[in-house]
């Protein structure tokens, strides 16, 4: 199944292509990987480095393109200023409905 996507242009006219949802599936796949050293029944200890990690895999799970290429976007948007990756962040944080 293709997914429905779009596009966004970011402050410094960068173009990007985001995907509009992430499915149950994948959203699960991304916190059971953040949280999968976590002992069932134990008391809930998280790093302050989960938030960062949380962002950048709804990033990488989100982002198709940046600048009209698929090939590393993610990595890619790594180097660019902060701003632009902030702004990306911004544009997909509700993909997770509330899961994040």
Do not use: Y
Not at 41 to 53: F, H, N, R, V
Not at 57 to 85: C, H, M, T, W
């Amino acid at each position: 199944m293709e997914k429905e996507t779009k596009e966004i242009t970011t402050p410094q006219g960068r173009k990007a292509v985001v995907r509009t949802f992430l499915t149950g599936r994948e959203v699960d796949a991304i916190l059971g990987d953040l949280f999968k050293d976590q002992q069932s029944g134990e008391k809930p200890s998280i790093p302050l480095t989960i938030a960062l990690q949380r962002n950048n895999k709804l990033i990488e799970a989100a982002l198709v393109s940046l600048d009209g290429a698929s090939e590393n976007a993610f990595e890619r948007l790594q180097d660019l200023p902060a701003s632009e990756k902030t702004f990306i962040l911004q544009q997909v944080q509700e993909l997770a409905g509330g899961n994040f």
